[in-house]
């Protein structure tokens, strides 16, 4: 039986059972969740450092701990006991709740997130996810939706310049990069039949989606890059631009939420990746052994640090983009290309299911249709703006209001009066301003007459 063949139509697959769960088994979950998403943190700056350091030929973090392990822990100490300033024209209020609201909505992804199979805890089954239901992915994509409005509060509460500037540049930014990162996983949505995050780990048995669907798969993985601002897509910080974007005016523990927040979020983007496109908590290769149990936490595990290192792979290799260049891409190139996958998929899907044709077919036929498509993209011309009539300059006078103006677009100074200096010894003429008659110096006369002045 091929691939294409076993993948499944419309039925969706049984999802989880949280019958047997106690209130006790759901906290120790969510406990589990918190604590699983700090260290991981910590252990993803010094896995960063070490990684990028590897890269650009240096050693890295090495002093505090074994291998430098606890170079995390002593930074967040440091801001942790940093002292903590406030900014005069700041909104306090909502200065202190933004960098929450990042926080708390950067929590909530993990919840609906399958990490293992079912496994006895204490002598009750339980599967290794607090909760499930029919929407999961759209829990997901409203929770990160949530977490930016802690970017734009905290930027806008600031009362200052850049900051503002850095979490508006964030509101476009997760706008955008958001449409293409929901258009990517519907045509998850098609193949399952269910947004539910247990059933979609569950129908990918047979294949991961992340070959049958590489188009959406790619698209997902530039945009989770622009959804959590990493580069070669963190405008919203910008340093050479912004400072520090929506933290400048940031210190100490609130700074620190905002770090978190971005760090939880790299561990949710790859979270999502792991289990709609790679399979979730199952191995590689089919077998009861490396399937059941514990066994599907290390998988899910490996395959999330997995995406994780691509985040800093791609730090250590990309340079930024330039505003403009990133919302040209964003609207220009992802959104459409995920417009025309979802109707490709949409027509597959529809013909496997209605009709007797073949998948060899099928395939023959979308490639086909995505390589006329990209053809025609770049056989069609960019429109150009209308060419403009260049009318000649305006006469412009800086001093008619009585005080030096300086020129607008468009218009240009008049010669400068005062006398020109010679250039390599060449006569320059220069106008007189009183009888607007040009002279011309001989700078051989000079010469001249500086050597009879010597004799004398």
């Known amino acids: 039986m091929s691939p294409m063949t076993a993948l499944p139509m419309a039925a969706a697959p049984v999802g989880a059972d949280f019958s047997n769960d106690t209130w006790w088994i759901v906290l120790i979950k969510a406990v589990a969740i918190i604590v699983f998403l700090l260290v991981s943190v910590l252990f993803a700056i010094w896995f960063e450092r070490k990684v990028v350091a590897r890269m650009q030929v240096r050693p890295g973090p090495n002093v505090h701990g074994p291998f430098g392990l606890l170079q995390s822990l ?31 909505a950067s929590l909530l992804v993990f919840a609906v997130i399958p990490v293992g199979p079912e496994v006895s805890i204490f002598g009750i089954v339980t599967p290794l996810q607090l909760t499930d239901f029919p929407v999961a992915v759209l829990y997901i994509l409203a929770a990160a939706s949530v977490g930016v409005y802690g970017i734009v509060l905290g930027g806008w509460a600031s009362g200052s310049t850049y900051p503002l500037l850095g979490s508006v540049r964030s509101t476009a930014q ?124 290390g998988w899910f595990g490996l395959k999330l640090w997995f995406f994780m290192f691509l985040f800093v792979w791609v730090r250590g290799t990309l340079l930024r983009f330039r505003y403009d260049q990133f919302m040209r891409f964003g609207w220009k190139v992802l959104i459409p290309f995920a417009l025309v996958w979802i109707v490709a998929v949409s027509v597959v899907q529809g013909l496997r ?85 040009s002279t011309a110096e001989d700078p051989a006369a000079d010469e001249t007459t500086a050597e009879e002045g010597d004799r004398g």
């Open 74 to 104: 002593a930074d967040a100490m440091k801001l942790l006991l940093k002292e903590d300033m406030i900014v005069r024209a700041a909104d306090k209020v909502i200065y202190l709740v933004a960098p929450m609201i990042s926080v708390f």
């Open 174 to 297: 997760v706008i955008s990069y958001e449409l293409a990162m929901g258009m990517s996983l519907v045509s998850v949505f098609i193949m399952t039949g269910s947004m539910s995050t247990r059933q979609i780990v569950d129908a990918q048995v047979p294949i991961w989606w992340a070959l049958p669907l590489l188009p959406a798969f790619a698209i997902y993985l530039v945009s989770m890059a622009g959804e959590v601002n990493r580069l070669p897509f963190d405008l919203p910080e910008a340093e050479g631009e912004l400072v520090g974007g929506y933290m400048t005016e940031y210190s100490s523990m609130k700074f620190a939420w905002f770090f978190l927040a971005e760090y939880i979020n790299m561990l949710n983007v790859s979270a999502v990746a792991t289990t709609l496109f790679f399979g979730g908590y199952h191995a590689p290769w089919r077998g009861d052994f490396l399937n059941t149990g514990w066994w599907g936490v």
């Open 353 to 437: 299911r209605f009709t007797d044709v073949s998948w060899q077919t099928l395939l023959f036929v979308l490639a086909g249709v995505m390589v006329v498509g990209a053809v025609v993209s770049f056989l069609i011309p960019e429109k150009k703006p209308p060419a403009r009539d260049e009318a000649p300059p305006e006469p412009f006078d800086a001093f008619a209001d009585g005080y030096p103006v300086p020129p607008l677009p468009g218009q240009v100074l008049p010669p400068s009066p005062r006398r020109s200096l010679t250039v390599e010894g060449t006569a320059v003429a220069v106008a007189n301003p009183e009888t607007d008659e």
